[in-house]
Structure formats: structure tokens, C-alpha cells
């Protein structure tokens, strides 16, 4: 009869533990997914940022050659204003030097042939009268000669202006062009920084993913390595000194938020620093800020049970100790989502919540 109760004893462990490894296996399975699919995103980050640096290095050189512009723009401004003041001189002067021009052929023709007479009679012979009408010539001829000097400079003014003000276009429409490439170099810049940004927001969930699959693989492993020192007796001490119940598990509408949800465990009222309980005795898996839980204390009790303490104000044990049934965890506050000082509750077998009350003690 003993051998054959060893015997089923021995095919429920080795049961347990093909169990447990299938669904280690299956962690590692899942994990070793998630893994890769971080591997393959963080890949094509890399090439993203690439292609970011590119970009970053184009508009610097853009900026660099729109500066360069604007600078040719302003010389050639500057030029311009230069030769439209040379062109307005030139064209006092030739206005100045036709007035002069005209003003003495207005008088010889006014005079006709008196001006010969007076030039004449005040030549004192012939020699001294062709000096005298020579000289007469040579005035006309350097009036002349001059006005057509400075015809000639307001035309090479004007055909200098109109080059620069060519020029100037020609910057202007290399200015548009390059603000451009510039524009559109930023708009691609900014459409990989936010696919990256969005890769990023996903490599975050899988690692958050990961992480939980690895706490969870970590409890499975416990339920093979653990086991309960006390041997365990199937029913839940209270956590607390109060049983005055504010929250019960099930469908509730959020205290915080509004929205209706599942509450995973129960609410008992406390004050602020009155004491926390290990329901049950067991290895602590959970001894920190954990999320909207605030403070949180996690016992895991063997046979897949494992019980959560949640917004605490201050925490008495670490990851890994072995705890007894009643022992002081924590002290009982209000931290992560909370409206008031109580202790949030939780039960689950094999990682499911479940109601809390079927399991304490009357």
C-alpha cells in the first residue's frame, strides 16, 4: 500500500515538474520573441538615426551656404546702391556739360558771324586770327570730347548695374531654392525622429512585456524550488488588525479615474503606519514601488498562490526572505492610486485574482 502511494506521490511530482518546465519552455519561447522583435526594432533605429545624422549634417551645410548667399545678396545690394550714385553723378555731370555746351553755341549762333568779325578785328594779323578761330575749334571739340566721355561712362554704369541686378536675381532664386531643401530636409528629419520615437515607444513595451513574463516565469519556478515552511493550511490570515472592508473585489467604478474596471482585490481600512500581515508564511517575491499599487508587498505561498499587500507607506522585508504567517511586512498608508490610507488585498492563483474573502478566515 506504501509502495503504491509513493508510487502515485512520484507521478504527481514528476507531473509537476513536466508542468513546470513546459511552461518555463514556454517563457523562454515568448521571451526569446519579444527579444528578437527588440533586436530587429533596435536595428532599424540605428539606421533612423543614421539617416537623422544625415539630414542634421545636410542642414548644417544648407545654413551654411543660405548664409553665404544672404552675404552676396547684401555685397551686391550694397553695390548696386554704389552705381545707381555713379550713374546719378555721371548724369549731373553730362547734364551739367551739355547746359555748358549749349549755352556757348546758343551764343555764337546768337552773334553769327559778329563772333568771326570780333575775332577778326582782334586779331592783330592773319597768323594771330587762325591761332584765335583755332582755338575757338578747339573749345568746341573738348566740350564735345567730354560729353562723350561721360555718355559713354553712363553706359558702362548702366550695363554694370544691370549685371548686378542679374546677379542679385540669380542669388535670390538660389536663396528660394536652398530654403527649400532646407524645409524639406527638416520635415524628413522630423518624420524619422518621430518613427523613432514611435520604435522606441515600442521597444519600451516589449521590454516591459519581457520583464513581466520574466517575474512571471520567476513565480513558476518558485512553485517547483518552494516550499511552504509551515506546510500551509489552505486558509488566509487577515492582513490587517481592521476587517472593515471599504472595497470589494469584482466590477467596481474607479475611486481616481472614473471608469468602471475590474477591482482585483479587496480594500481594508486602516490609519497611516498600522501594521501589514503576511496572510500566509511564504518567500517575498515583490518589495517596492510597484506602479499604481504605491509600495507594494508580494508573498509567494507554494501551490501557485500568491498574496499582494498594496499602498503602503513604508515596507519591512526584502526580495527573497522567507516570511511567517502574521509577521509584520509593512506598515499600512495611502501611496500609488490611492484616496486614503487602507491596504489593497490581492489573492492569485497561478497568476488570476481572485476574490480574497473565499480564502481568509471567518
Given at each position: ?155 558702362r554704369l548702366i550695363e554694370d548695374k ?157 526580495v527573497g526572505q522567507i516570511v511567517q ?29 481572485v476574490d480574497p474573502l473565499g480564502y481568509?478566515?471567518?
Amino acid at each position: 500500500m506504501k509502495r503504491k502511494l509513493f508510487s502515485i506521490f512520484m507521478c504527481l511530482v514528476l507531473t509537476a515538474s513536466m508542468c513546470v518546465t513546459a511552461f518555463a519552455d514556454e517563457y523562454d519561447d515568448q521571451i526569446a520573441e519579444i527579444e528578437q522583435e527588440e533586436e530587429e526594432l533596435k536595428a532599424e533605429m540605428n539606421a533612423i538615426s543614421d539617416e537623422i545624422a544625415a539630414k542634421e549634417s545636410a542642414l548644417i551645410s544648407l545654413e551654411a551656404e543660405i548664409e553665404a548667399t544672404n552675404r552676396k545678396i547684401s555685397e551686391t545690394e550694397s553695390l548696386i546702391k554704389d552705381l545707381t550714385e555713379d550713374i546719378r553723378r555721371t548724369e549731373a555731370s553730362i547734364s551739367g556739360q551739355e547746359s555748358d555746351l549749349g549755352h556757348r553755341l546758343r551764343n555764337m549762333y546768337k552773334n553769327g558771324t559778329v563772333g568771326f568779325i570780333d575775332v577778326i578785328l582782334n586779331s592783330t594779323d592773319l597768323t594771330d586770327f587762325l591761332t584765335n578761330m583755332d582755338l575757338v575749334q578747339r573749345i568746341y571739340e573738348n566740350d564735345a570730347a567730354v560729353l562723350q566721355e561721360l555718355e559713354e561712362k553712363r553706359t558702362r554704369l548702366i550695363e554694370d548695374k544691370a549685371a548686378l541686378e542679374t546677379a542679385k536675381a540669380e542669388l535670390e532664386e538660389a536663396k528660394e531654392s536652398l530654403a527649400w531643401q532646407e524645409a524639406e530636409a527638416k520635415e524628413t528629419r522630423d518624420a524619422l525622429q518621430a518613427k523613432k520615437d514611435e520604435l522606441q515607444a515600442r521597444v519600451d513595451e516589449l521590454e516591459a512585456e519581457a520583464e513581466r513574463l520574466r517575474e512571471e516565469a520567476y513565480l513558476a519556478s518558485l512553485a517547483s524550488d518552494y516550499t511552504n515552511p509551515d506546510g500551509g493550511s489552505g486558509v488566509l490570515g487577515w492582513p490587517t488588525d481592521s476587517r472593515y472592508i471599504t472595497g470589494y473585489f469584482g466590477y467596481r467604478q474607479h475611486p481616481i479615474w472614473g471608469y468602471y474596471h475590474g477591482h482585483e482585490g479587496i480594500d481594508i481600512g486602516a490609519n497611516t503606519g498600522d501594521n501589514i500581515y503576511a496572510a500566509e508564511a511564504g518567500q517575498v517575491v515583490i518589495s517596492s514601488w510597484y506602479g499604481g499599487y504605491g509600495y507594494a508587498v508580494a508573498i509567494y505561498h507554494g501551490d501557485g498562490m500568491t498574496t499582494l499587500y498594496g499602498h503602503n507607506s513604508a515596507l519591512n522585508v526584502y526580495v527573497g526572505q522567507i516570511v511567517q504567517r502574521g509577521e509584520v511586512i509593512a506598515y499600512a498608508g495611502s501611496t500609488g492610486w490611492s484616496t486614503g490610507p487602507h491596504c489593497h488585498f490581492e489573492v492569485q492563483i497561478n497568476g488570476t485574482p481572485v476574490d480574497p474573502l473565499g480564502y481568509l478566515e471567518l
